[in-house]
Nanobody, 117 residues
Framework: QVQLVESGGGLVQAGGSLRLSCAASGSTAAINTMGWYRQAPGKQRDLVAIISRGGSTNYADSVKGRFAISRDNAKNTVYLQMNSLKPEDTDVYYC???????????WGQGTQVTVSS
């Protein structure tokens, strides 16, 4: 079992920055990729960014150049640095963990990010 706990969400003005954290516990040796997703009420959960254990990353086009995902394997924690935030970035952000070959291990509980104009 893997447990994920997100933190760092909040209210920020457009153009501002936030840093989200997601700490994993439990059977963390099974984790390969970790990712951030976001979801608005009534909509599907969309990929924001993912990072492999080795550090390879992938981003949604909408956040490229503004968001950066990073990972501290020693702390079993993944981060999402969000800069130049826009009102359309307002969502609940979730982290996930997957094993090899890409089976879902766990979702976090979500953290609200609200960007005011």
């Amino acid at each position: 079992q893997v447990q994920l706990v997100e933190s760092g969400g909040g209210l920020v003005q457009a153009g501002g920055s936030l840093r989200l954290s997601c700490a994993a516990s439990g059977s963390t040796a099974a984790i390969n990729t970790m990712g951030w997703y976001r979801q608005a009420p009534g909509k599907q959960r969309d990929l924001v960014a993912i990072i492999s254990r080795g550090g390879s990353t992938n981003y949604a086009d909408s956040v490229k150049g503004r968001f950066a995902i990073s990972r501290d394997n020693a702390k079993n924690t993944v981060y999402l640095q969000m800069n130049s935030l826009k009102p359309e970035d307002t969502d609940v952000y979730y982290c996930d963990a997957k094993d090899w070959p890409n089976r879902l291990l766990s979702w976090g509980q979500g953290t609200q990010v609200t960007v005011s104009s």
